[in-house]
């Protein structure tokens, strides 16, 4: 356990509870406009969508996997764009386009043969308390919707965009191991493969 980076987190403190239920996790779910995107839209002259991601949220998705945390994103939009960025990850879990979140996290979980305590929730506005309240960790982004904030287990310290899936990973690993030791797997070169 890494109970230096963790100190930062005075959830972890105030609910001695929280800690096991990060250690017993199965599944991190995430929204992307507004998580693992700033939430902005561009669009071009032609009305693509273009997106921003954040790097340091690829390694965190790609590394989850490799501790035994399957990664999943669920999302009410679909672009090209989107779905280039979640081939290059390897997100085997991707539901597009899906306004009900709550029958594909259930679908999903029985898939996986999970409980809803076994997984984590990461959303920002209120189509996420569609699953928020019935998993076993609630995750949001510090500039969440302030509805969304008060069914979060842990409200983040990175804005949308801004690495938010890495201080996920970031914490679920660090309720396991140190992270020099969980990221002695991404200093490999077949990480990036």
Do not use: C
């Given at each position: 356990m890494d109970t230096a980076f963790l100190s930062s987190y005075p959830a972890l403190d105030n609910d001695q509870g929280l800690l096991a239920k990060l250690q017993a996790l199965k599944l991190v779910v995430f929204d992307v406009d507004g998580v693992l995107t700033d939430?902005?839209?561009?669009?071009?002259?032609?009305?693509?969508t273009i997106k921003r991601f954040n790097v340091k949220d690829g390694v965190a998705m790609k590394l989850l996997p490799k501790?035994?945390?399957?990664?999943?994103?669920?999302?009410?939009?679909d672009s090209a764009p989107?779905?280039?960025?979640?081939?290059?990850?390897?997100v085997a879990h991707f539901y597009p386009g899906c306004h009900n979140k709550?029958?594909?996290?259930?679908?999903?979980?029985?898939?996986?043969?999970?409980?809803s305590a076994e997984a984590a929730y990461v959303g920002d506005d209120v189509i996420d308390l569609q699953v928020m309240p019935?998993?076993?960790v609630a995750l949001c982004?510090?500039?969440?919707h302030i509805v969304v904030q008060r069914y979060c287990s842990i409200v983040l310290t990175k804005e949308a965009g801004e690495g938010v899936a890495r201080e996920?990973?970031?914490?679920?690993?660090?309720?396991?191991?140190?992270?020099e030791h969980?990221?002695?797997l991404a200093q490999k070169p077949e990480f990036e493969k």
């Open positions: 939430g902005h839209l561009l669009y071009t002259e032609q009305g693509e501790w035994g945390v399957r990664v999943a994103v669920i999302t009410a939009k989107l779905r280039q960025r979640m081939k290059e990850l390897k709550a029958a594909a996290f259930n679908a999903l979980i029985a898939q996986l043969g999970i409980t019935n998993v076993g982004p510090a500039d969440a996920v990973a970031d914490m679920v690993l660090a309720s396991r191991m140190s992270l969980a990221y002695e």
